[in-house]
């Protein structure tokens, strides 16, 4: 495993009618809603790590705080970059922000764990038990 601080990774989509507030039920504007942000922040973060992990690990977002700063309309590049900013055993931080194509509509701090696929689905599937 050489997951590194200063590791980056970016996500980018076009801003539709799928990925707007009014779609998230997070507000009734026709922008790019928050929770689609914060999952691109997600995905920039994760995409940065997963190459450097062992087979059968992944990592999981656990905190997440961030700004939505500026609204982006239907039609415009949106795309989130991070920025590994500390290792400390399984436990990561990232340095996230959020831009379209006029600059940044977002920013803020993200942490992940590193994870055992197999061990973390099996204890996850034993809240379904009886």
């Not at 026709?30 to 450097?52: N, Q, R, Y």
């Not at 290792?87 to 994870?115: M, P, S």
Request: hydrophobic letters at 40%.
């Amino acid at each position: 495993m050489s997951i590194e601080v200063g590791m980056k990774g970016r996500a980018e989509t076009v801003v539709s009618q799928a990925n707007t507030a009014q779609a998230a039920c997070s507000g009734a504007l026709p922008v790019f809603g928050t929770p689609f942000m914060c999952a691109l922040m997600e995905e920039a973060s994760w995409k940065s790590i997963a190459p450097h992990l062992e087979p059968g690990q992944s990592t999981v977002g656990t905190k997440l705080c961030v700004s939505h700063d500026s609204a982006s309309p239907v039609g415009i590049k949106v795309w989130a970059e991070s920025e590994i900013t500390l290792v400390d055993g399984k436990r990561i931080e990232l340095k996230v922000a959020a831009y379209d194509e006029k600059g940044l509509i977002g920013q803020g701090t993200h942490e992940r764990f590193i994870i055992t696929d197999e061990r973390f689905l099996s204890k996850t599937s034993k809240k379904l038990e009886g």
